[in-house]
């Protein structure tokens, strides 16, 4: 048995069951107290034996308590005295073994120096002790019949007391002992006589018998929670009565004895008497001892059914909280039989309690239960400590199958088992939970690892918490090195990751103003550099973000290489609009020195038109090669350089004023040639006959976008004489306004011309669709 289970032995005998905390206390405290006790008398008689010793020494009577007549104490018995004291006083000490060597070797000195003395009065011999100093003879030095036979006791007393062998039987010789000194010392107040034998034993110095009364108080007091001297210190009724009633009862008994004898030698009243008044004094004294213990036991029982109410109110408090929980809890005996269970056991096995009770838990149940719980529940008897089992499954009266976990808990009592109480919790949907969590992180692993993407999840703190297959090409890294241990600002480019740690932050605290994707340069284990496509978003409920990684690095390539042709394609085309453009001017040079040659008019004017419908083109050209993407050409620049130069062709007067309407147009080169050769005929005509004989006046043009998708309004208009009334300029014969016509029809327009005022044409032409270049 372990000292944890021998101290609960001890307190469980000298401790009431309803024992509390104070209770426990103050038993201890009084344990202490009767150890001081033993340690205090220990030094007494050491000092008692000291001055006896120093009395024989100095030769000082009263050291020796040799006073009114009183015998001294004798000059050996002094040292024995020494010797025991010693001995007690390192028995109250901490256990070591020098110190147990030294109280053995001196209690057999004790019981072999007592037993030689007792024989040399028996046998009459002087076997063994000399004269120990001058004035002290062996006859004066030895110890007294009583005395020897006292050190005896004691030396078997403390001998026992050092193994702690049969503590019992050592309380049982000190009362012996002590009743023994106490029978020398009452001879001095009752009185003897040296007539008799027996008077002739019991002599014993008063101090002798004084120190030996010491001494067996303090051999009793040194084991004060064993035996019978724990039946006194117990914190309990009986314990109670002995404290108050033993010490009471020996000191008056013994008092009154004294106080009866002294009157009967002063002749007070006869020796008939005496016997009488000492018979009615004690009757007296008991009698008031009942009484006062009467009441004393009473109040006992007062405090002890209030601790009982007490103890009912936290009984039943605490039988509300076990039969409250939800908890199942079930308790067994030290034999394993059911003897509880409260209402949440009932509603986790659906089994009412008094179909429960009584059950062997390891063999009246159904053996698949019993199968798995007994390991558990043998495992905790056993070791006597808590064992927890974990989603046990138990089937169920209806079939189905629930699954349970808790904590089997050991009771234990004299360091064996005494029982179990057992906490369940149904586990049942956490169980199905965690299956169906499993399912679930199954199935998201497999679309987590099939993406066809590098994918990885970030937490806060940059650490990559989880990355699949793919990660470990683009990385270059295995997941055991990835995951949970490498950040991701680990392989970005040192140029690109300022800008990614400002998206990471930004994307837990304003997510809405951070780019979902973008494109950042990945520096893999081997130092190899890819383009990378990042997409990343946050997981809802967390800080942490999931990422997929494309590598772009192929495509960017692609793409460049696709630029750089396509800067070549558009300085191809560029050369060959300001090529076009140059010929077309070479034309219009050649068309302009023609011009210079021919003196008829007639062919004049033909080669001029000629010559202002090739400048209309080659603008386009020139338009065209100045833009960015060779496409299309802003329609209100192209118009204004285009009547600017006609106006310089022409040599107009300077009474003739132009206004511009164009709002932001843009033409490509199939809509805006053929609309600038119509501008180009219109104006032409307006400059050459709207204005004669130097008239003034306005030539207006417009050009905006119609409520119809695709469509534009056209309008060249002049305030001057007005179209001839006698001409259908649909089906003239002029090539001016043939071209119109036939330009007109190719833009899928139509054309309207208002005499009103002048001369007004209202074209409607729909933009001509081009397939841009990439």
Known sequence: MNREAREIKNISEHIPVEYDKKQHKTYRNRIARYKKVSKTLAIIVVLGGVASVLGWVLNIPFLRGEFSNFPGTKFYTAILFIMAGVSLYLLNCEEDPKKLAITRVLSTIIIIWSALTFLEYVSGLNIIFPNLYPSITSTV????????????????????????????????????????????????????????VLDLI?????????????????????????????????????????????????????????????????????????????????????????????????KLDSERQESKEELFKIQ?????????????????????????TNRGMEKISRVKTRD??????????????????????????????????????????????????????????????????????????????EKALKKSEAYYRTIFESTGTATIIIGEDRVIQMANKMSEEFIGYDLDEIENKMEWTRFVHPDDLERLKKYHEMRRTSENQVPSEYEFRLIDK???????????SLIPGTNSSVVSLLDITQRKKSELAIKNSLKEKELLLQEIHHRVKNNMQIISSLLNLQHSFVEDEEIKTILKDSQSR????????????????????????????????????????????????????????DTAVP??????????????????????????????????????????????????????????????????????????????????????????IKQNHYTKRI
Request: a negative charge.
């Open 526 to 536: 081997k130092q190899n550099e890819r383009q990378i496509m990042l997409y990343a």
């Open 141 to 196: 030095a030895k110890s007294r019949i009583l005395s020897s036979i006292n050190f005896v006791i004691i030396g078997m007393a403390l001998l026992m007391s050092s193994y702690k062998y049969k503590i019992r039987l050592i309380q049982i010789i000190a009362c012996i002992y002590g009743f023994i000194a106490l029978l020398g010392l009452s001879a001095y107040f009752y009185g003897r006589s040296d007539n008799y």
């Open 614 to 669: 090739v400048k209309s083109m080659a603008l386009v050209h020139e338009k065209l090669y100045q833009t960015d993407d060779l496409a299309e050409i802003n329609a209100a620049e192209y118009i204004r350089s285009l009547t600017t130069s006609m106006f310089n062709n022409y040599s107009v007067q300077p009474g003739v004023e132009l206004i511009l309407d164009v709002g932001e147009v843009f033409f490509d080169i």
């Open 675 to 764: 609309m600038g050769l119509v501008i180009n005929e219109l104006v032409s005509n307006s400059l050459k006959y709207a204005f004669p004989d130097d008239k003034t006046g306005k030539i207006y043009i417009s050009l905006q976008k119609s409520s119809e998708e695709g469509k534009y309004i056209l309008k060249v208009e002049d305030d001057g004489v007005g179209f001839p009334e006698d001409i259908d300029f649909l089906n003239s014969h002029s090539l001016g306004l043939q071209l119109v016509k036939t330009l007109v029809d190719q833009l899928d327009g139509t054309v309207e011309l208002d005499c009103s005022n002048g001369a007004s044409f209202k074209i409607n």
């Open 316 to 340: 039943k408090f605490y039988e509300e909280i076990v039969e409250g929980i939800n908890e199942g809890i079930w308790v067994t005996d030290k034999n394993d039989r059911l003897y509880f």
């Open 356 to 433: 429960m009770k009584g059950m062997n838990i390891l063999k009246d149940i159904p053996p698949d239960i019993s199968d798995v719980l007994e390991k558990y529940y043998t495992k905790a008897k056993d070791t006597l400590t808590p064992v927890q089992y974990d989603s046990i499954p138990v089937p169920l009266i209806n079939g189905k199958c629930s699954y349970h976990s808790g904590w089997i808990i050991p009771q234990i009592y004299n360091g064996s088992f005494n029982g179990a109480i057992c906490t369940v919790i149904d586990h049942t949907k956490r169980e199905k939970a």
């Open 202 to 298: 019991v002599q014993m110095a008063m101090l002798s018998s004084l120190i030996h009364i010491c001494f067996s108080v303090g051999i009793l007091c040194l084991f004060p929670d064993k035996e019978y001297t724990g039946r006194v210190t117990a914190q309990n009724n009986g314990g109670y009565m002995a404290r108050r009633l033993l010490p009471i009862n020996l000191g008056a008994v013994f008092f009154i004895g004294i106080l009866i004898t002294i009157g009967n030698q002063y002749s007070f009243y006869s020796d008939e008497f005496s016997l009488v008044l000492t018979i009615v004094t004690t009757m007296a004294f008991l009698t008031g001892i009942i009484i006062w213990n009467a009441k004393m036991l009473n």
